[in-house]
C-alpha cells in the first residue's frame, strides 16, 4: 500500500508493504485536540543520502493541522512539495497523529486514496521528533494472539509471501488499545525530525 | 480595486496593501527570455512584518516557470501561499513575473496580468523584492511613458498593456528602477 509522494522523505519512511491498514483512524473515541508542541518547522530525512525535507506544521482552528512538506531536489529527484492533514490525540501515556496526504505539488495526491489516514506514535523531547508506525510484524503477532481484532492477508510477489495487515477493529477498542502503556511495543521508528 | 487577503512574504508584496500592486498585462522579458533563474532555487528564509519566521521554497516546474511555496512559520503561523512566477533579466535587473494562486490551500482569485516584482541579490547572500510603486506607475502611464490603463478612483488599479517589445525596452533602461518602491522584504539563502 503506497502511501505518498510529496514528502518523499518522510512518506519513504512510512511507505510499501510495512504500513498497516486501520479501520478508523485513532483518537476517534475521545476527539481530537491539536498539539501546540508540533507547531512550527521540522527537519529531517529517511535516507543517509537524502537531503534534509522542511516540514511547516500549522495549527488550524478546526482541531487539525496542516503540514506544507518540501522536499529538496535530491539526484535526479526533482524538489517537490505537497501537504498533509493532521490530527493528534493523546491516549494515556502514549501521544498519536492521523496523517493524510492532501496534496502534491499543487495537485491532488497522484495515484494515492486521500482519505486514508496513517497512525503514527510519536515523541517530542528535546526539539526532536521521533515518529513510529505501526509495525506490521508486531501487529500481526498482536491479532493472532487475540490482543485486537485485525486481518492477515499473505500472498504472493515474485515468489515471496508477504502478508498485508489490516487492524479491523473500530475506534474505541483502537483507542483502548493504544492507550495501553505498552501499546508503543507494536511501532517502529520511521523517522526522526529536528527543530 | 480587487481587494486581496492579506497574506506574507512574497505573497505579502502582491497582498500587503488594499489594492492590487500594478500589474502587466504581458509578462516582462518575453523578448528575452523567460527561464527559471537557478539562483532563486531552494528554501529562503526572512521574518515578515509581523515579526514572524517565514520560509520560501522555490522549486523549477517542467514548464519553465517558478512555483514558490511560502510559508509562515513558528509560534502562531497561520498562513501559507503558492506562487507561480516567471523570472528574466532585462539589462541590469532582474524581474520575476509573479502570480498568487493560493492562499491557505484555497485558490486566489487574482486579476488577469502578472506583477512584475524587480529582485536584487547582494554580495551578502541577501535577496530583496520590491513591488513597483503605484503612483509612480500611474504618474508613467499619464504621461505617455509607457501605455496602460488605471481604473477609476484614487485607489483604482493600474496595469500596464504595452506591447511585448515595447514593455521589454521600457524595462531595460536603467531608470525604469525609479517605478520600483523600495524592498517590501528581505530573505536569506538557506538551503
Same mark, same amino acid.
Given at each position: ?28 473515541? #475521545? ?50 512539495? =505537497? ?19 492532501? =496534496? ?6 497522484? =495515484? ?30 498482536? #491479532? ?52 | 480595486m480587487t481587494r486581496i487577503k492579506y ?7 502582491l497582498a500587503l496593501t488594499a489594492c492590487y500592486p500594478p500589474t ?57 501561499? +503558492? ?28 486579476p488577469?496580468?502578472?506583477v ?15 513591488l513597483m510603486d503605484e503612483a509612480a506607475v500611474k504618474a508613467?502611464i499619464a ?5 496602460g490603463t488605471v481604473e477609476k478612483g484614487e485607489l483604482g488599479d493600474a496595469t500596464?498593456?504595452?506591447? +511585448? ?16 518602491a ?7 539563502? +538557506?538551503?
Amino acid at each position: 500500500m503506497k502511501l505518498a509522494a510529496f514528502l518523499a522523505a518522510a512518506l519513504a519512511a512510512l511507505s510499501l508493504s510495512a504500513c498497516v491498514a486501520v479501520k478508523e483512524p485513532v483518537g476517534t473515541s #475521545i476527539g481530537y485536540v491539536n498539539d501546540p508542541a508540533l507547531e512550527g518547522t521540522w527537519r529531517g530525512k529517511s535516507g543517509e543520502d537524502k537531503p534534509e525535507g522542511y516540514y511547516h506544521v500549522l495549527l488550524n482552528d478546526d482541531a487539525t493541522m496542516t503540514v506544507v512538506g518540501y522536499a529538496p531536489k535530491s539526484g535526479d529527484d526533482k524538489a517537490s512539495w =505537497g501537504t498533509l492533514t493532521l490530527t493528534t490525540v493523546q491516549l494515556g501515556p502514549n501521544r498519536y497523529m492521523n496523517v493524510r496526504e492532501t =496534496g502534491e505539488n499543487g495537485g491532488p495526491p497522484q =495515484g494515492k486514496d486521500t482519505a486514508q489516514n496513517v497512525p503514527l506514535l510519536y515523541r517530542i523531547a528535546d526539539d526532536r521528533l521521533s515518529l513510529f508506525m505501526l509495525d506490521d510484524k508486531k501487529v500481526a503477532a498482536a #491479532i493472532r494472539a487475540g490482543r485486537i481484532q485485525g486481518t492477515i492477508t499473505p500472498s504472493k510477489v515474485m515468489g515471496v509471501t508477504i502478508e498485508s495487515v489490516a487492524i479491523t477493529a473500530d475506534g474505541a477498542h483502537l483507542d483502548a488499545l493504544l492507550k495501553r502503556a505498552d501499546a508503543p511495543e507494536l511501532f517502529s521508528p520511521a523517522m526522526e525530525m529536528h527543530r | 480595486m480587487t481587494r486581496i487577503k492579506y497574506v506574507l512574504a512574497l505573497a505579502a508584496t502582491l497582498a500587503l496593501t488594499a489594492c492590487y500592486p500594478p500589474t502587466t498585462s504581458h509578462p516582462v522579458g518575453t523578448t528575452a527570455g523567460l527561464k527559471p533563474d537557478p539562483a532563486l532555487q531552494g528554501t529562503w528564509k526572512g521574518v515578515n512584518s509581523d515579526g514572524k519566521p517565514f520560509y520560501m521554497h522555490f522549486l523549477p516546474q517542467s514548464d519553465g516557470t517558478l512555483s514558490a511555496v511560502i510559508v509562515e512559520s513558528g509560534p502562531k503561523a497561520e498562513d501559507w501561499n +503558492v506562487v507561480t512566477a516567471t523570472t528574466t533579466t532585462l539589462g541590469a535587473n532582474h524581474y520575476m513575473n509573479a502570480r498568487l494562486l493560493w492562499t491557505n490551500g484555497k485558490p486566489e482569485n487574482a486579476p488577469a496580468g502578472t506583477v512584475p516584482v524587480l529582485y536584487r541579490m547582494d554580495a551578502r547572500g541577501q535577496l530583496t523584492f520590491s513591488l513597483m510603486d503605484e503612483a509612480a506607475v500611474k504618474a508613467a502611464i499619464a504621461a505617455g511613458k509607457i501605455k496602460g490603463t488605471v481604473e477609476k478612483g484614487e485607489l483604482g488599479d493600474a496595469t500596464i498593456t504595452a506591447d +511585448v517589445k515595447t514593455l521589454d525596452a521600457y524595462f531595460s533602461t536603467p531608470g525604469v528602477t525609479k517605478l520600483f518602491a523600495s524592498p517590501m522584504f528581505t530573505v536569506r539563502k +538557506v538551503d
